[in-house]
Structures are given as C-alpha cells and as structure tokens.
C-alpha cells in the first residue's frame, strides 16, 4: 500500500451525472474526480499516514480528507461538516437557506449536512476503502451505511455486503446459567434480531435522536446517528435521502447496564419512505421488527402503512401526529379501531404526541426489551443481500468477487480434513524438514565460528532433509493459490486475499468452539470422574454444528477456569491420553461437522430451526458450563485480538482490511498447573472474558492463516535454490509476485518465527525485483521495527499509526518477522532524506510455544536479535500485562546488548497501552537501558543534540483494540496519542539522518545477512540462553542513572556559584582583559570539578560490579559499557559547561551592554522627546505616527552610529574576495592569468590604464595609421571608467542596505563586469577583463571591509537590539503620546480652570480699587447730597440748555452717565492701573504655585488618575485665595490620565509661568477703559452709583429728588424744589386745581414761582417736609430762578408752552450768586436779602408757591 502507479483498483467506472443536486454536491466537495476513478486506500496514505496534525478544514473542498483524516484517528467529531475560514465573512439575509450553504465556501461555517458528508465519501470510495471506513466508523460507534444512493437519483441504490464483511466484534449475550459467555463474530453473517425505523408523514421528533437513545441509552454522549441538533445535522439534505444506515448494540453481559440482552441491529431509513419504496421493501421484509414513526398521514402514506403491516413479520407504530390540528390524522386510522382496520396486537401502538425524545426513546426499549430475545427472529445481512437482490437493489458483490470467492473456496476445498491435516498435505514445506533444516545450519555457523571442521554426521543429515525437499511437488491448493495471485485483475486479486483471509478465521473460530467444549468435557472428567454420556455429548456438538444458522458464525468462548494441581498431578497418565484424544476428536469434529464452505440458506426459512438448535445449544451448553464451573480456572493471559483484511486496486494498490481473528487453545501441562481451592463462579469483566479467550487460543496448534500460504510461496521458490531443475516458469516469477504485493501493502514474511529460519535466497531475489521496479537514485531506505511481546497488539499499533495490515498474533500462526515497505512523499522524503520506510513487525514473542521452553526462549531471542539488528528506529511495544514481565524484558533487553557489539544501537521509541505502575517500570528501565547503549556507541567527540539522541520518548495511547467491544467508547486521548506517537518516530527517523547516512536495498538485504549470520553462529558474548545478564545490567543502567542525576546535580551547584562570580565582576564585564582571564580561570576549575566528580563515579561502578556473582561473572561486559558511558558523561558535561560558562560571561557582557546601550539611546531620546513636546506645544498641532517615526529613525541611527560597541573578531574578507574570483577566471577558462592572482590585494593607489598590451598584433597593425592606436585605447578606457561608474554606485547600493557583507557581493560584481563587456565588442584580449576584474575586486577589499568590520562589532548584541527596534520605536511613540498628553491635559487645567480663576481673582479687587481711588480723590461721592449738588454745580458751570432737561426730565440716566464719566475720566488720567493689576496678578499666581507645590509634596511616582490631584489643588486655591473655582471642567474624561505625577506638576509650574507672563503682557498692552470695565465682575460706577443713590423718592410736585442721606427715614427732604416755568405744563395742574386758594389768586398774577407752589407740601403729602418747615430751601431758591431767567424761552419752546413772565429781581440773580445760593443750601447758611426785596416779594413768593401751598 506504499506505491502509487497510474491505475487504481475500482469497480465499476461511474460517471457524475451533470445539472443535478448530487453533482453539485460532489462538485461542490471536491470528489468529482472520483466519480470515474474511486479513492483508494493508497489515498490515505496521503491523507493520514503522513500528516501529523488534524488539520481543520478551510472550504468544503477540504472537508472529505478531513473526515477520512479524522475517522482514521477515531475521533467523535469526524463527521462535522464545519469549515473554519481564515477570514469570517458575514451571512447574507437576503439570500435562501441553499444559497447561503452551497453559494459561497467562506460564508458559513456548516458547508453541508454531516450526512451528505459522509454518503459523498462513501459514494467516492471504492468497495475496499468502504471496509475500511465502516471499520473505522464501527470503532467510533458511528452507524455505518448499509444501502447507499447512487450518484444517479434514477438508478436504484446499493447495498454494502462486502465492506460489512470486514466488521467483527466482541459481545456476550444473557444467558439463563451464571457463567455467560464471550461471543466473537462478523457482524454481516451473525444472525440478529433486526429492528428498522421509518418515518411517515411530518412530524417534529426527531427520528435519529431517539434511536441514539435507545442505542445507548439515555446518559450516554455517543451520537450513533447523525441528527439535527449536531454541526450541520440542520441542514437540509440533499444527496443521503434514501440512505440505510444500521448500527449495532452489542450487550457486555453486565445485567445492570445492559440495555438488550442479545445483539441487536437498527436500521435507519434517511427521508421520506414514500419515495423510496424499494428500500421499504427491503426492511418490511428482512427486518423482526418494523418501528414506523407516524406524523399527520395523507391517504398515500395510510395506505403505505397498511403494505408495511402485510410484509413485515412485526410492526410498531408510534404515533406522532397532532390530534387537534389534524382530524384525519392517523389516530382516526389506528387508533381505538386498530384491531378491526389493521389487525395489529394491542400495545404495538405507542402514542408519543405528549411525550419527549428521551421518553419515546424509554417507551420504546421497554417494548423491545419485552420481544426479546424469544419473539424477534435473528436475521444476517447477508440474507438481507440476498432479499435486496430480489427486490431490484444492487449488490456490492458482482462477478468479479464471485470468482475470487470461488478461488478461494478451490484453494480451501481440502479444509474439511481439518487444519492440521491441511497444513501436512497441503503446506508440507513449513514441517519439521524446515525446522530441523535451520538447526542444522545454525549448528554448522556455529562450527565454522569456533573454527571446527563440520561434523559429517550434520552433513548428512542436511543432505536427506535436501534431498526430501527435492522431491517436492507443488500440492493442489498452493497451486490454486498461487495462480489466483497472478491474476491480471488486481481487483479480482484483492477479492480473493481478502476473502481466504475470512474463510480461514471463519473455519479458526468453528474449530475453537469445537475444541473448547471437547476441553471443558475433559477437564471435569478429570475432575469428576469420567463422564457418562460422553457420546451423548460428542452427537449433541455435532448435531447443534450441523443445524446451527449458517448465517451465525459467532464463536463462544467459555470464561476462564482454574484447575487442582493435585488432581492433575495425580493423573498425569491419564490427561496425557486425554490430550491425545483431544487432537483426535477435534480432526473428527472438524471432519463431521464442517459445512460446506459455500453454503448460504435463506433466513426466514431456517427459522424455525434455528430456534430449535438455539434451545438444544443453550440446555447443553448449560450443562457443560455448570459442569466447568465448579472447577478451578485455567490461568490466563490477554491476547489481541484484530483482524486484518488485504485491499488491491486498479492502480496496483493492495491493502490488508483489518479482521478479527479467532484465537485457539491448548492443554496445559501438569506441571504448569498450580494448586488451588475449589471455588464457585463470578462474574468477571467482558475483557477478562475476552483476554481468557486469547489465551486458550494461544496453546491450539491447529492454526491456519494467509501467512502461511505466503510463506509456502517462499519456501517453494527456495527450494530452486536448492533443486534448480523444479522451478518452473510460475516459480521463477513468484520474487516478481511477491514484490508486485510488498508494493501493494501485502507484507513479506523476513522470518519463519516457528521454525527460526528465514529464506536467504527468497529474500534476496524478492529485493532485487524491489530494486529492479524501482528508480536507483530513490532507494535511499530507513528500518523501523516494532517490538513486543505476543499481546502487545503490535499489528494494530503499527496499522493505527501508518495504516498497514500485518498479520495480527493470533493463535500462534503467525510467528515471526515481517516487513512492510512505504514509499515516503517528496516533502519527508527530502526532511528525513531517504525514500522508502521499511516497517517490520515482531508477532509472537514469548508466546506459549508448543516446543520446549528452552527452544521457546532461543526463538524468541533470535527473534528480536534479528529485527533489533535491522532496525534504524526500534518501537518497544510495552504490554499492560504484567504476567511475563521478566522474560520480555530479558528477550528485549539482551536483543540490545547483542545488536551494540555490532557497533550500532537503534534510536529506541517506548509505547505504552496504559498508566499503569507496571507499564510505567517497564518504560522506565527500557528508557535507561536505550539511553545507556547509546551513550556507550556514541562519538565522545560530538555534543550536540545529545539528549535528542540518547533519551528515548515514552507515548501512551490507550486502545481501542480488538478484545474492546464495539460498545466501548473510545478514548477521548486517543487521537492525540497517535499523533504524538507518529510524530515522536519521524522525530526519531529524522535524528537518523543527523547521524548516518540511509542505506539503499543492496545494502539493507547485506545488513539482513550479515545479522542472521551472526544470529545463527551466535557471535555474541551474549548467548540466546543468557536470561540473568538482561535484568542484571538492567539494575545497573538504573543505578547509573542515579549516579548520573547526583554528578549532574553536583555540577549545577558549581556551576550557581560560578555564575554568582561572573556576574559580580560588574565594573570590569566590559574589560576584554579581565573577563577572559576569569573565564580561563572558570573553565580551569570546571575541568577539575568534572574530573572528580568522574571519579566518584568510577569508585562507585567499581564497587558495584564487585557486589555479587552475578555482576562479577557479566564485569568484563559491563565494564566497558560503564567507562564509555562514564567518559562519555565527562566529556559531554566539560563540552556543555565550557559552553554555559562562555554563554553566561557572553550574556553578561551583552546585557552589561544592553544596558548600556539603553541609557545612551533613552538619553537621545530625553532630548528628543522634549523637543518634539515643545513643537508641539508651541504649534498646537498634533504629530503624527509618521512624523514621529521618522524622528526615532533619526535618534536611532545617531545612537548606532556613535554607541561605543564591543569590537569584535574581525576577519579579512581578501581571501574570501580572491577565493570567489579564482572560481570566476576557472570557469570562465581564465587559468593561464592565475599567476595574476599572486599580487592581489595589495593597495592600489592609482586608477585603472589601458595599455597596449591589452590588444592583439592584428589589432594593433590595423590601428597602426590611427594615431598609434589612439582611437581604441579611448574606447577601452570609456568601458573600464563606465564600468568603474557603475562599481561604485553597486558598492553604494550594497553598503546602505542593513547587512553584513557577502560572497554574493562579489559574484554579482564579477556578473556586472562581464555584462558590460559583452555589451560593448572590441577587439581585445582576455587580459583587460582579467586584471580589470582584479582592480575592481581589490577595490571591493577595501570598501566592503569597511562594512564588514562596522557590522562586526558585537554582531550579536547589534542583533538584539535591531530586534527590538520597533519595541524602542513604540516606547519612543508611547514616552511622546504620554507627554503630550500630559502637556495637553495640564494646557487645558491651566486655561480651562486656573487662568479663569486667575482673571475673576484679579478683576473682582480691581473694581473696589477703582471706586476706593475715585472716591479718595473726589468728594461728591462722599454723600448722595454732595453728589446731588455737585451735579447743580457742574450744571450751572455747564450752561448747557439740554443738560438741564437731561436732568430733569431723565434724572436717573443722567447721574449715571455723570457717574461713568468720572470713572472713565479718573481710569484715563490715573497711571496706577497697570499696576494695580499686575500686583493683583503677582499675588494669585503665587497662592496657586503654593497650592500645586503642596500637593508635590505628598505625591510620588505614578499616578493611575491626575483628576483627584486637581480637584484637591483647587480645594486648596478656594481656601487659601478666597476664590470660586469653577471645577465643572474637571468632571470631563480629558483629565483622568495615567501620568508621573512630578512630571505633570512641572508642565503645570512652565504652564503656569507663561501664563503669568502672557497676562503680564496683555495688562501693559491692553489700555481700553470701556474694554476693561466689561470684564470687572464689579462695575465702580455700579458700586458708586449705590453709594450716592440715596432715596430714591422725588416730589411729587415738582419732581425734585429726595435729599435725605438717613438710612429708613420716614419724611422725605427736598432741598432744591423746582420752578414751574422749568416743568412742562400739567405737572402742577392736578395740585393747582384741588387748591381754593389758587383757585382765587392764581389769575391775579402774570408770574409765579414753583418753588412757593411745594411750600404747603407737607399738607397735602404728609412723608415730605415743605419748604417752609426748611428754612434751606428760601436760600437756594435763586439757583432755579436763574435758569429760569437763563432759559425761559428755550423751557416754553421745549416743553411747547408760553415763556413764564419773570420778575425783574429775578434777572438780576447772576451765575456766581446761583452758585452762592447753591453753597448756602449746601452748607447750610441762610442769606438774609434786603429788606426792600423781600417785603415786595412776600405777595409775588406766596402767589408762586401757591400749589404746593395748597396740598
């Protein structure tokens, strides 16, 4: 199964259907290929045996090769249709459900329903491949197909009878008696109770679950059918409608979890059963039982039901419908009227509407539980093929297979003489002259090895076993045999290998049965005394054999028991004729009860019968096992169990199928049987059951396999070796067969393990034919062998990790070493360098021999020396049985001692099949024991890798085997214990190609011969007899072991202390000097140290060879194999410690450095950083990655370029330079200017000339005329110079890149150079390129030295740090985004929060400094009176008409405006401003710098928040500056920021000074009164205002403001009351009306004074005083009069009234005396006037202040 050729083995070519859902599909899969060309197993090999890790599919095309990859692993998740994308795409809504899944291979994860998965596989797959997944997917406990669609929708399906074949399994069925037995079978030709299920009609149970259910109960994870709430099982399906699936129960014979008590079969129909009558046809009628899932029925499907009910021999309905929905459901059909309408039994309909899967799924087993096993018949698939036949399916199983049967049964017609006889008349080269022969040869090696003549006696003797062989004649059956294997048809050729190997373990587990109930018979006559109805006994085996059910092949395997040593002792005479009779009657059995090999009858008719036989069985069988019962077990020992089946294909591709085997039993003899007690039967497990099965098996002799028919095909070709004359032309090609099949899988047989012999001359000419086949330069070959006693199952081992069918052991017939060879793919091939990989498997190892044990042990001795010798990799197969322990160990053990006197140990792999302690010892030991051998075969003068070489890898992987039920779950580790494993052996193939060179086939055959001679001469110091020296030097290796942990340990705790002393020479690591000189001292004292701990050593192994005997005796062996390992231990541990110790003063060096460097570079980068800050801040633009990056690059090569590195070793690069330039002229056919060469490099100091010598005779006569060749010189020197020109830029180019120099340089340079040249024709000679190219190459010396030498400064550490450029750029970028971050948030503190703060703080102090100032320096702002009167006086000094209206008709503006002028006046006249604010100014700054520097204090380090800092700075600055803080702006995220807080607070203080010096600068410039007014919180004409303000009441006569300054007075005071002629008209009205005496006196009068009208004020308003109660207000009356008098005209034309007439007196009041009347009332002096004025004004005042009078 290694080669691929271009024709594979397929059966009938299909071709994919085109414009159908099912092409799509295998389109869409990838699997149209092999529509027409099936895969194959050699397919696998591609897709499993060499990949190494499960790789997850990636598109639908990946999933069917992840599906066989992950099957072949047995993994529960093998059917998961789900791809894993590298890149999601989303899920389009808008398209359907069909389009979202088949229309793109990256937009689901699910790509198709799990079971058009497996179907399409199946579908693609030919028939041999099909065996191997239903194997596989039988392990898993997946349910298997048994009727597959075809590709065609229209052509009818086909049912799997032949990959059914190769199924067999272990159960063990209830039973009435206490001892149950353990049943072995092929699940297609066991006859079982056959349940299917169908569905008719929609309904929402889901049909698969609850057959999960039933299956396997309820707890259990297994998933046997694909169902909808798995990956994919959602999907619609669109290629397995109409799909068969069937799936086993296989009881354990454990009462309490059984669920059925026999095996039972479950057949599944996918889809809508309407549509797919045939396959109805075929369950109805081969099933027991029909189980029909019923939704809502339409007439057709009532009708289908009722056909269903007339063909099936038992129905059961389970009613899904929906009553209420539904009124012709199928209740109305089946349900109270059953009996009448259908006729079914009561109880056969279960209503499952209201219940649950798991409910339905209980109901159901309790009814099958209640049928069985009595009532359901047992049925086998292969009847079931029969009757698919008949009903129009296809059958699996076409002519071509019906002919390789046929052949099959011609090679084994002989058979029914039993297989004993068979193999004497049939094989009769494998007899005792085979045997005897190998003695023979063996004792004459050992003769010629001592240096004897040969004995004649031996001579003679060989010369009649020869001369009986000669007159062999080839028998019939391996006539048969051997022309079926030169069939042309490969297919027809597997067909028949295949099903011999079915036949042959058919005919094994008959013939056991036979035989253990003719043992157990004798067994208790020895016990009890002979029986009496021993006949009875013998008619009754044999009538139950011949009527028993053809199609029930299953064997039954009686437990184990133990027997009285006493009683057997006792009778010794008598169980030696009893094993006699044994032989004897079991040849009689097999004569009488054999069947014909051929026979096949109809299940349904043997029926009856079989029920019968069952019952005449049973009632025997009990009587036989209670008989056994009662006495004691035979000792046991587990055995493997696995069949293998062999697959060829049309390419040439052959196949073992993997098969159960029957093992068989022998009597023990006497003296093996210990004594015992009688004790009553138990149960015991179904593997004990199983494993007391294999080991009767081990002990019967009548064994028979393919092997044997093989290795008769061998001897036969022998025997021309030793008659020429015999061979006719079919022998002579019997190498080319054999070799046709190596190629196919088949394996080849290197030993005869019974006889221990092997068949040089076969062998040889079989690899020669290998040789011939193949290409010669692909024979490069690696050995590795698998090693292991008889039940360590190494035939599955080696079939679950590569895929390869070996013959597994059972029942002793296939002792011996076989060999299997793969060809590797292109990509292992080149990593492992070899090309075939020969895998040989060791069966039978410590086997129960039916020889002596003396020739038992030397066989197996010869054995394992011979595959050992062999091997590259050697697999130690550790068995969990512990029962043989010793004599393993010593054959595996002694096997290694043998095979390192050749020079050689194989690289040891160890595998274990549990946890066990026992299995954990045995790995252990074999581990030191490898380990040592190696260590002792090792070169001492190479270190590395020791430890990948020397130390063997221990994997685990647990089953599952062939003794494991089918029932049993696989281990959930059990993938990755096969990977692990596979990849542990190429990891071991590949360490073989580090050492050694692989051999081809010429010298693997030499290799083979050289050990078998040594094997048969015994040239070893180790006899094959020798079983003490093994466990001897096995204690040794594992006390060398604990010698080597302590020295080890000891050499670690020197080493501490000599790392503690390196790195405390700190100051000096740097110190060339000084750090060499302490590492020279290191090394010293590590030698020394190593030295003696070696001694130790040495004074140890010395004392323990002296112990006992028994290493006294094996020292001379021991000894050398001690001193290698203890020199080999010394020289590696000095190697590794001088290693560590220059690693370790290196690494303090470079990170002494590293440091170093990081301090310059974090120097650069301070500056850096700080000026980019500024940038930043001064251009408030942010900067971004980009910008940033191109400013580290510039740091960073500023820090290369000027860091002081470590100079290093440098080498001159002139002999490299010259080395690649002598190759140049060499192949250029330069070599007579190779002398030139002697010059180079030495130091050019001038240009590149043209000389003459340069051209030709010829040439230089033609050019002789032009000017002495002139002209051509001119050319030759442009071509240099442009050559030269072009060399520099090329060095420039080289020089800028981040590299050392390299070879490559110079050779592109000398590439260049004759590029130009060829470019440019000139007739010149070879000279002017050869010393052109010198030149430029001594130039390149020069410059590319220079770059040598700069990237050979501490090369290494320059390495890690350019590893750790885009760490330091990010650092760089993160140190900058953290600044600016910080300068940012503490910009917005400052701006945000305290320069508001800063601006309220001064503004609120200047506003009361300017009223305190205005009101220091003017006086009227002293009182509301003095600023009332102040504005009378600027009135008058004014004399301004329309002042005077201002102030009267808008008294309140008008104060207001008087007021802010005085403000704007003062602030414009005052120089004390600016000053005052930057004071201010000062003062605040300082509060909130203390504030900050507060906090500093307390604060250290990191800060993982700024945001509560500066909410304490502004607590800080509201308390100590009586300030309102406006922390709204802290709430925001920009101030929750991780920073140093010492940092942040000195961004603040610079912050904090340039906003001190910006307002300092906007103080000075900004001069604009009205623009600094706006921004005081405090106005001074606002605060003025309320100072002078006063009462705000004025007269209600005249409208004169109230001038009392009291605070709360009750009577208003008007000093100043105004004339009537200055009001408008009506002001006074309502007053002068309402008064009698106006009323009378007012006409009289042609001029009035207003102020006399307010005299009676207080009369009328009693909260005003009137004038006449104020004697002030007679004084200041002139004040009004002269404005009257000074704007009468322009008051009437004002206010649109007739001018007041004014007394004459009146006109003569000037301005000075207004004035002085105004400081009178003012000051509060009363001017008395003349006496003649004031007498002629009494009448004229009293008449003027008549209105006021009056009120």
Not at 1127 to 1152: D, F, G, P
Not at 1202 to 1230: A, K, M, W, Y
Request: glycine letters at 4%.
């Amino acid at each position: 199964m290694s080669v691929k050729l271009s024709k594979r083995l397929s059966s009938k070519k299909r071709k994919l259907p085109k414009d159908n859902v099912q092409g799509q599909i295998l389109q869409k899969l990838g699997l149209e290929a092999y529509s027409s060309t099936p895969l194959d197993s050699v397919a696998m090999l591609d897709i499993s045996t060499w990949t190494l890790e499960d790789k997850a599919a990636l598109k639908p095309k990946d999933l069917p090769f992840a599906f066989l990859r992950r099957l072949w692993l047995l993994k529960q998740d093998a059917r998961s249709p789900c791809c894993h994308p590298q890149h999601d795409i989303p899920r389009d809504d808008n398209k359907s459900l069909e389009e979202n899944i088949y229309g793109s291979e990256d937009k689901t994860q699910c790509a198709i329903n799990s079971l058009d998965l497996v179907t399409a596989v199946f579908m693609s797959a030919n028939t041999f491949l099909q065996q191997e997944m239903m194997v596989r997917m039988m392990q898993c406990r997946f349910a298997v197909p048994l009727v597959l669609p075809d590709i065609d929708p229209e052509k009818p399906s086909h049912f799997l009878l032949w990959p059914l074949r190769g199924i067999l399994s272990h159960w063990r069925s209830h039973s009435q008696d206490h001892n149950r037995k353990v049943q072995e079978g092929n699940l297609a030709s066991t006859s079982m109770p056959i349940v299917s299920c169908i569905k008719l009609g929609h309904c929402g149970v889901s049909k698969s679950r609850v057959l999960n259910h039933v299956l396997n109960g309820s707890q259990s994870q297994s998933e046997t059918f694909v169902h909808r709430g798995m990956d994919g099982g959602e999907l619609p399906r669109r290629l397995s409608n109409g799909l068969v699936e069937v799936g086993w129960y296989l009881p354990m014979g454990e009462m309490n979890r059984d669920i059925f008590p026999v095996p039972v079969v479950v057949c599944n129909l996918r889809g809508d059963s309407s549509t797919h009558e045939k396959n109805l046809n075929l369950l109805c009628q081969a099933s027991s039982v029909l189980v029909v899932f019923c939704g809502d029925l339409r007439e057709k499907e009532k009708q289908l039901l009722l056909s269903c009910k007339d063909m099936a021999s038992m129905l059961i309905v389970i009613d899904l419908s929906d009553n209420e929905t539904n009124q012709n459901s199928v209740v109305g059909f089946v349900g109270q009227s059953l009996k009448e309408c259908i006729g079914l039994p009561e109880g056969s309909v279960l209503s499952g509407s209201t219940l649950s899967e798991e409910e339905l799924a209980n109901k159901l087993t309790e009814i099958l539980q209640s049928l069985l096993p009595d009532q359901l018949k047992g049925v086998t698939l292969e009847a079931a093929a029969k009757l698919a036949l008949e009903i129009g399916l296809n059958v699996d199983e076409g002519p071509v297979c019906k002919k390789a049967m046929a052949k099959a049964e011609e090679v084994l017609k002989d058979l029914d003489e039993g297989p004993d006889k068979f193999r004497m008349n049939q094989l009769p080269l494998q007899g005792p002259l085979w045997s005897k022969l190998a003695e023979i040869d063996k004792e004459e090696s050992k003769q010629k090895k001592e240096g004897k003549e040969i004995d004649p006696q031996l001579q003679k003797e060989k010369k009649e076993i020869l001369a009986q062989l000669s007159s062999y004649k080839m028998t019939p059956a391996m006539k048969s045999f051997i022309d079926a294997l030169f069939t042309t048809d490969k297919t027809e050729r597997t067909y028949f290998l295949t099903w011999l190997k079915l036949r042959l373990q058919q005919m094994q587990t008959e013939t056991q049965k036979s035989f253990q109930k003719t043992l157990s018979m004798l067994l208790t006559e020895d016990a009890n005394g002979p029986p009496e109805h021993l006949e009875e006994f013998e008619h009754g085996a044999t009538e139950s054999l011949t009527d028993s059910d053809s199609f029930c092949t299953d064997s039954s395997i009686e437990e184990e028991t133990e027997q009285h040593s006493e009683k057997m002792q006792d009778s010794g005479q008598h169980y030696e004729a009893a094993e006699e009779f044994v032989l004897q009657t079991t040849t009689e059995l097999n004569n009488d009860e054999a069947e014909p090999l051929d026979s096949r009858h109809d299940p349904v008719a043997e029926q009856k019968s079989h029920v019968a036989s069952t019952e005449k069985e049973s009632e025997s069988a009990e009587t036989l096992e209670n008989e056994v019962c009662s006495e004691e077990q035979i000792s046991h020992q587990i055995s493997e169990d696995q069949s293998s089946h062999l697959e060829s294909e049309e390419s040439g591709t052959l196949s073992k199928e993997k098969q159960l085997e029957q093992p068989e039993l022998t009597l023990l003899r006497p003296d093996s049987v210990s004594p015992a007690k009688p004790q009553m039967c138990h149960e015991v497990s179904f593997e004990d059951q199983v494993a007391s099965s294999s080991q009767f098996s081990e002990l019967h002799p009548d064994s028979l396999g393919l092997e044997h028919f093989l290795r008769e095909m061998g001897l036969i070709f022998e025997l021309t070796h030793v008659s020429p004359s015999s061979g006719s032309q079919n022998v002579l090609g019997l190498p080319s067969l054999a070799a046709d099949l190596l190629l196919y899988g088949v394996p080849l047989e290197l030993m005869d393990g019974n006889a221990s012999n092997i068949p040089m001359c076969w062998l040889g000419c079989v690899f020669a034919e290998l040789k011939r086949r193949l290409p010669q330069e692909q024979l490069r070959t690696r050995v590795l062998a698998n090693l292991g006693v008889h039940h360590a199952r190494n035939a599955q081992v080696l079939s679950a990790v590569f895929g390869v069918k070996f013959p597994e052991r059972r029942a002793g017939m296939n002792r011996g070493v076989h060999m299997v060879a793969l060809r590797l793919p292109d990509d292992l091939r080149e990593e492992l360098e070899c090309d075939f990989l020969l895998l040989i498997d060791v069966e039978g190892i410590c086997s129960v021999s039916a020889d002596n044990n003396k020739n038992a042990v030397i066989h197996d001795n010869e054995m394992a020396t011979f595959a050992t010798g062999l091997s590259d990799v050697l697999m130690h197969n550790i068995s969990p049985h512990s029962d043989e322990f010793e004599t393993t160990f010593t054959v595996m053990i002694n096997a290694l001692l043998r095979t390192k006197e050749s020079g050689s140990v194989p690289i040891c792999q160890l595998l274990t099949q549990d946890e066990g302690i026992n299995s954990i010892l045995q790995a252990s030991q074999l581990r030191h024991v490898s380990k040592m051998l190696q260590n002792a075969t090792e070169d001492r003068g190479s270190v590395a890798n020791h430890y990948l070489r020397t130390t063997a890898c221990t994997t685990c992987v647990k089953g599952p085997w062939s003794i494991m039920s089918h029932s049993e779950p696989v281990d959930a580790e059990y993938s990755q214990a096969i990977l692990k494993l596979k990849g542990n052996l190429f990891g071991a193939l590949k360490m073989c190609a580090d050492k050694s060179k692989a051999s081809d086939l010429p010298e693997i055959m030499g290799r083979l011969c050289a050990v078998w001679d040594a094997v048969k001469s015994e040239s070893f110091t180790i006899s094959l007899q020798n079983t003490e020296i093994a466990l001897a030097f096995s204690l040794l290796c594992t006390e060398f072991s604990k010698w080597e942990g302590s020295f080890l340990e000891n050499i670690e705790s020197w080493l501490r202390g000599a790392t503690e002393k390196i790195f405390a020479t700190k100051a000096k690591a740097l110190q060339n000097s000084d750090q060499n000189d302490l590492l020279n001292e290191l090394k010293k004292e590590a030698q020394e140290e190593v030295k003696l701990e070696g001694e130790k050593v040495k004074s140890e192994a010395e004392a323990y060879l002296e112990r006992d005997d028994v290493h006294k005796m094996n020292a001379q062996t021991f000894r050398p194999i001690l001193m290698s390992n203890i020199a080999n231990l010394e020289n590696r541990v000095t190697a590794e410690i001088m290693q560590k110790l220059e690693a370790i003063t290196e690494n303090h060096c470079s990170l002494t450095q590293l440091q170093s460097f990081e301090s310059f570079l974090k120097e650069k980068q301070e500056s850096k950083l700080l000026a980019l800050v500024e940038t930043s801040k001064a251009t408030k633009i942010l900067i971004q990655d980009a910008e940033l990056e191109e400013e580290f690059e510039a740091v960073w090569s500023k820090a290369l370029s000027t860091f002081d590195f470590r100079p290093s070793e440098i080498n001159d690069i002139t002999s490299r330079v010259r080395g690649v330039l002598t190759q140049n002229l060499i192949s250029r056919g330069l070599m007579k200017h190779i002398k030139k060469l002697d010059s180079f490099g030495q130091i050019q100091t001038s240009g590149f000339q043209v000389s003459d010598e340069y051209f030709g005779y010829r040439s230089r006569l033609k050019h002789m005329f032009e000017d002495n060749n002139r002209q051509q010189r001119i050319e030759a020197q442009q071509v240099a110079t442009k050559i030269m020109e072009e060399y520099n830029q090329f060095v420039k180019d080289k020089c800028s890149l981040p590299a050392d120099f390299s070879d490559i340089y110079i050779v592109e340079l000398l590439e260049n150079i004759e590029k130009a040249l060829k470019e440019k024709s000139m007739e010149i000679r070879t000279a002017f390129e050869v010393d052109l190219k010198m030149h430029l190459c001594n130039a390149a010396c020069q410059d590319f030295q220079k770059l040598h030498n700069r990237f050979a400064k501490d090369k290494e550490l320059l390495e890690c740090i350019s590893a750790s450029k885009v760490k330091y750029l990010a650092e760089f970028i993160y140190q900058f985004r953290k600044r600016d971050q910080c300068q940012r948030v503490a910009q917005a503190f400052i701006f945000l929060v305290i320069k508001p703060t800063v601006l309220d703080y001064i503004n609120n102090r200047l506003g009361m400094q300017i009223v305190k100032d205005i009101k220091n320096q003017a006086n009227q702002f002293q009182s509301p009176q003095a600023f009332q009167h102040s504005l009378l006086e600027e009135l008058i000094n004014e004399d301004r008409f329309e002042s005077f209206v201002e102030y009267l008709l808008s008294y309140d503006d008008f104060r207001v405006r008087k007021i802010q002028e005085t403000v704007d006046t003062h602030l414009s006249e005052t120089a004390c401003f600016g000053k005052w604010r930057q004071q201010t100014l000062g003062e605040i700054i300082g509060k909130v710098a203390a504030a900050m520097s507060q906090i500093t204090e307390d604060t250290n380090g990191m800060l993982s928040d700024t945001k509560p800092l500066l909410e304490t700075v502004c607590l800080i600055l509201e308390s100590d500056a009586d300030v309102d803080v406006n922390k709204a702006f802290l709430n925001g995220p920009l101030f929750s920021i991780t920073a140093e807080w010492h940092c942040f607070v000195k961004c603040l203080m610079e912050l904090l000074a340039t906003l001190r010096l910006k307002l300092v600068q906007d103080i000075s410039q900004n001069t604009d009164v009205a623009q600094l007014l706006d921004c005081l919180p405090v106005q001074p004409q606002d605060y003025l205002l309320q100072t002078v303000r006063g009462c705000d009441k004025c007269c209600p006569i005249c409208g004169a403001p109230c001038e009392e300054e009291e605070p709360e007075h009750e009577i208003h005071r008007a000093l100043l009351h105004r004339p009537k002629g200055i009001l408008p008209n009506g002001s006074c009205s309502p007053c002068h009306t309402n008064n009698p005496e106006s009323m009378s006196q007012g006409d009289n009068n042609n001029v009035q004074d207003t102020s006399v009208t307010c005299k009676y004020l207080s009369s009328l308003h009693p909260d005003w005083s009137s004038f006449s109660d104020d004697p002030d207000n007679q004084n200041g009356g002139n004040y009004w009069r002269y404005v009257l008098v000074r704007f009468n005209e322009k008051f009437a034309e004002k206010f649109k009234q007739e001018p007041e007439k004014i007394p004459q007196e009146w006109r003569e009041i000037t301005q000075d005396k207004a004035l002085d009347s105004l400081k009178a009332v003012t000051m509060g002096i009363v001017f008395v006037l003349a006496g003649d004025l004031l007498c002629s004004s009494v009448a004229v005042v009293e008449d003027l202040y008549l209105p006021c009078k009056a009120i």
